[in-house]
C-alpha cells in the first residue's frame, strides 16, 4: 500500500478516512485531527494556561508531546497513587519524558493527602476504581483552580469517549449524557475539562506514541481486572470493522444532536451544589465524597459513610 498524500510506502492503513500513510505524513495527519478537534469544539486557544494530566500511559504522554509541539501553554499533573511498585513505575516514565523534553510536571503524592490507593482500598467496602477515578478528578481540579490554570486536558481518546457514551445510552443516564463531550466549560468551583483526541483512536494515539518513540507505561494497574468497557469496546470494534467511520460519525452526531437536550434535561432537574464542609470543593452532599474517603481513612467516620 502506498501513501495517500506522498505515495511513499504505507505504515498505517485507516480505513475510516479511506487512506493509508507512511511516518511523516501519518503524524501530519495526526497533528491536523488534533488542531481540528480543538478547533471545532473550541476547546482552548494559545491563551489559556492548560495543565495536562499524565498518568504515563501513551494517551497522555503523546497528548503532552503534541499540545507543546503546537505551542500551547501546558503543564503536566501527575497523581502518584501511591500503589507498591505499580506508582513508582509509573511516576518515573513520567517524570523521564518531562525532563527529555524540557516540559514542566507537578507531581501530587496521594499518600501526602491522607489517600494512598492501598489504604482507601482497605477502608472501602467497594470496588477500588471509583474511589480512585473520583479521588484523581477531584485532585485535577484542585491542582488546576489553585494554580490558576485556565484548563485541564486529559488524553481520552475516541475509544474512550465512545465506550462510555454506549454505556451512558444503555442506561438513558441523563445526568451523565449531559457531561459528556471533549468540552465542559468552567462553572462554579469546577476547572474547564478538555480531552484534544476525542477525534482520534485507540489505534490512532498508538501508532502516534510509537512513531515519536515515546516510552510509556503499560502495565495495567493491580486493582483493576482489566480495562474499562472492554466488552463495549469489542462491539465496537467489530461494528467499525464493517462500517468504517461509524465511531466518529455517532460521537459527532451526539455532539451535534444528543447533548444539547440531555443538558436542558439536567437543567431542569437542577441538581443544587454547595460548598464542601470541609474542603470547599461543590456538592451537593454537603461534605464531598473525597473528604468523606479521607475521614473513612483516618478512621473518623466508619467507611459507610464514605460509600
Ligand atoms: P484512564 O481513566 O486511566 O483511562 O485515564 C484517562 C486520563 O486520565 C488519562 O489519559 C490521563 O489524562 C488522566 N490520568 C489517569 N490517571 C492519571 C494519573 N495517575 N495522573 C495524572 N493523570 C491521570
Ligand atoms: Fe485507580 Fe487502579 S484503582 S488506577
Ligand atoms: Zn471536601
Same mark, same amino acid.
Given at each position: 500500500?502506498?501513501?495517500?498524500?506522498?505515495?511513499?510506502?504505507?505504515?498505517?492503513? =485507516?480505513?475510516?478516512?479511506?487512506?493509508? $500513510?507512511?511516518?511523516?505524513? $501519518?503524524?501530519?495527519?495526526?497533528?491536523? +485531527?488534533?488542531?481540528?478537534?480543538?478547533?471545532? +469544539? +473550541? %476547546?482552548?486557544?494559545?491563551?489559556?494556561?492548560?495543565?495536562?494530566?499524565?498518568?504515563?500511559?501513551?494517551?497522555?504522554?503523546? *497528548? /503532552? #508531546?503534541? %499540545?507543546?509541539? #503546537?505551542?500551547?501553554?501546558?503543564?503536566?499533573?501527575? &497523581?502518584?497513587? @501511591?500503589?507498591?511498585?505499580?506508582?513508582?513505575?509509573?511516576?518515573?516514565?513520567?517524570?523521564?519524558?518531562?525532563?527529555? !523534553?524540557? =516540559?514542566? *510536571? &507537578?507531581?501530587?503524592?496521594?499518600?501526602?493527602?491522607? =489517600?494512598?490507593?492501598?489504604?482507601?482500598?482497605?477502608?472501602?467496602?467497594?470496588?477500588?476504581?471509583?474511589?480512585?477515578?473520583? &479521588?484523581?478528578?477531584?485532585?485535577?481540579?484542585?491542582?488546576?483552580?489553585?494554580?490558576?490554570?485556565?484548563? =485541564?486536558?486529559? @488524553? !481520552?481518546?475516541?475509544?474512550?469517549?465512545?465506550?462510555?457514551?454506549?454505556?451512558?445510552?444503555?442506561?438513558?443516564?441523563?445526568?451523565?449524557?449531559?457531561? +459528556?463531550?471533549?468540552?465542559?466549560?468552567?462553572?462554579?468551583?469546577?476547572?474547564?475539562?478538555?480531552?484534544?483526541?476525542?477525534?482520534?483512536?485507540?489505534?490512532?494515539?498508538?501508532?502516534?506514541?510509537?512513531?515519536?518513540? &515515546?516510552?510509556? !507505561?503499560?502495565?495495567?494497574?493491580?486493582?483493576?481486572? @482489566?480495562?474499562?468497557?472492554?466488552?463495549?469496546?469489542?462491539?465496537?470494534?467489530? #461494528?467499525?470493522?464493517? /462500517?468504517? @467511520?461509524?465511531? #466518529?460519525?455517532?460521537?459527532?452526531? $451526539? %455532539?451535534?444532536?444528543?447533548?444539547?437536550?440531555?443538558?436542558?434535561?439536567?437543567?431542569?432537574?437542577?441538581?443544587? *451544589?454547595?460548598?464542601?464542609?470541609?474542603?470547599?470543593?461543590?456538592?451537593?452532599?454537603?461534605?464531598?465524597?473525597?473528604?468523606?474517603?479521607?475521614?473513612?481513612?483516618?478512621?473518623?467516620?466508619?467507611?459507610?459513610?464514605?460509600?
Amino acid at each position: 500500500m502506498k501513501c495517500t498524500r506522498c505515495k511513499a510506502t504505507a505504515v498505517v492503513a =485507516l480505513p475510516s478516512h479511506h487512506a493509508g $500513510f507512511c511516518p511523516d505524513c $501519518f503524524k501530519d495527519f495526526f497533528t491536523r +485531527q488534533v488542531e481540528k478537534g480543538i478547533r471545532r +469544539q +473550541q %476547546l482552548f486557544t494559545p491563551e489559556d494556561n492548560i495543565l495536562v494530566a499524565i498518568s504515563g500511559g501513551k494517551d497522555s504522554l503523546a *497528548l /503532552m #508531546l503534541e %499540545l507543546a509541539r #503546537l505551542e500551547y501553554r501546558v503543564t503536566g499533573l501527575h &497523581i502518584d497513587l @501511591g500503589i507498591p511498585n505499580s506508582s513508582e513505575a509509573a511516576r518515573s516514565v513520567v517524570e523521564q519524558f518531562c525532563d527529555k !523534553h524540557g =516540559l514542566k *510536571l &507537578i507531581v501530587k503524592e496521594m499518600a501526602a493527602e491522607g =489517600l494512598a490507593i492501598p489504604d482507601v482500598k482497605k477502608r472501602l467496602n467497594r470496588p477500588i476504581c471509583s474511589a480512585c477515578g473520583k &479521588i484523581k478528578r477531584y485532585y485535577f481540579n484542585k491542582v488546576a483552580l489553585d494554580g490558576g490554570f485556565t484548563a =485541564l486536558a486529559t @488524553g !481520552h481518546n475516541l475509544d474512550d469517549e465512545i465506550a462510555r457514551l454506549f454505556s451512558n445510552v444503555l442506561r438513558w443516564d441523563a445526568a451523565y449524557l449531559a457531561d +459528556q463531550g471533549p468540552y465542559l466549560p468552567a462553572t462554579g468551583g469546577f476547572a474547564k475539562k478538555v480531552k484534544p483526541f476525542w477525534r482520534l483512536s485507540e489505534f490512532e494515539t498508538a501508532n502516534y506514541a510509537f512513531l515519536q518513540g &515515546i516510552e510509556y !507505561h503499560t502495565a495495567p494497574c493491580p486493582y483493576s481486572k @482489566g480495562a474499562s468497557f472492554t466488552m463495549h469496546k469489542r462491539l465496537w470494534a467489530d #461494528l467499525e470493522e464493517e /462500517m468504517p @467511520g461509524r465511531k #466518529l460519525d455517532f460521537y459527532r452526531g $451526539f %455532539l451535534a444532536e444528543g447533548r444539547a437536550h440531555f443538558a436542558t434535561v439536567k437543567e431542569e432537574e437542577g441538581e443544587k *451544589l454547595a460548598p464542601c464542609s470541609d474542603c470547599g470543593y461543590p456538592t451537593s452532599a454537603g461534605t464531598c465524597g473525597v473528604c468523606r474517603i479521607k475521614r473513612a481513612v483516618a478512621g473518623i467516620e466508619a467507611p459507610e459513610a464514605a460509600e
